[in-house]
């Protein structure tokens, strides 16, 4: 078996298990652990990208929670100047 269809196979059995799973395993040693210093290898850098898509995850609902707030303190804005202009007109 080359090794490209090795880590196709190794990824499939990855994300069927999911990442929670694949690091509770790994940290406890269970049956992934078993499977050479090659899969480990593989295992290891899978949960790095897994680790990477996170943080582009996270980036993003950074920027939606900022959008979020800048539109929030925009309405606080407009609401005091509406309050102004009507205890002045009075």
Known sequence: MTNDTQETQWRRELEA???TAVRDNINHHGSLVTGGEAKQHFI???LRE???????REKQGFDYARWTFDVAVGALIAAIIGII??????
Do not use: I
């Open 85 to 90: 202009v009507t205890v002045l007109h009075l």
């Open 44 to 46: 290891r850098k899978w």
């Open 50 to 56: 897994k680790d990477v898509e996170q943080v582009a």
């Open 17 to 19: 298990a999911g990442e």
